[in-house]
């Protein structure tokens, strides 16, 4: 599989006791809605590797703990401390309304409210507090913050982002 085809989960941080658990962190908004997953993919060398998971159960805030499949020290646990965890895209499930991935609106049209269409969204750039569209239009390229207030609505269908931009942040670039 490409990487590509895999979306980032988090990273484990640290062991937990001495029967082979771990704790780790996941990027996700909701990690309780991960509870029941099956395997992961471990980042082990540049390749993703599949480890089915035994137990899974949330902690404090975008932490769990993870007990995979035929671990049983401490010793096996801290063999995986500072792995990235990664998941087949294909088992996402789908978002609706304004929620979204990342991944999902790369190609999507960008149309604000007060100036129309104002090009295509090429990537997404994520810093620590704040994660920004980066749209291509013409020769140009704009970074619009991702702010749920900015968002009015997802078309899904249609490929396209509607959003209100706080006046003069598009014009700067244009």
């Not at 960008?110 to 295509?120: A, E, P």
Request: proline share 4%.
């Amino acid at each position: 599989m490409n990487r590509d085809e895999f979306y980032y989960l988090g990273k484990i941080l640290k062991t937990h006791g001495n029967k082979g658990h771990v704790i780790a962190h996941l990027e996700v908004d909701a990690p309780d809605s991960y509870k029941k997953l099956e395997s992961v993919h471990l980042d082990l060398q540049g390749e993703l590797i599949p480890f089915f998971i035994s137990s899974l159960q949330p902690r404090s805030g975008k932490k769990v703990m993870i007990l995979f499949r035929d671990f049983e020290s401490h010793e096996d646990a801290l063999s995986m401390v500072g792995l990235e965890m990664y998941i087949p895209v294909k088992n996402l499930s789908a978002l609706k309304g304004k929620k979204f991935y990342f991944h999902e609106l790369i190609g999507f049209s960008v149309i604000d409210k007060r100036l129309g269409n104002i090009g295509i969204i090429e990537e997404f750039l994520e810093f620590p507090h704040q994660a920004l569209f980066k749209i291509k239009f013409r020769d140009r390229e704009i970074l619009i913050p991702v702010v749920d207030q900015f968002i009015l609505k997802i078309d899904r269908k249609n490929k396209q982002i509607n959003i209100t931009a706080p006046e003069g942040l598009i014009e700067i670039y244009l």
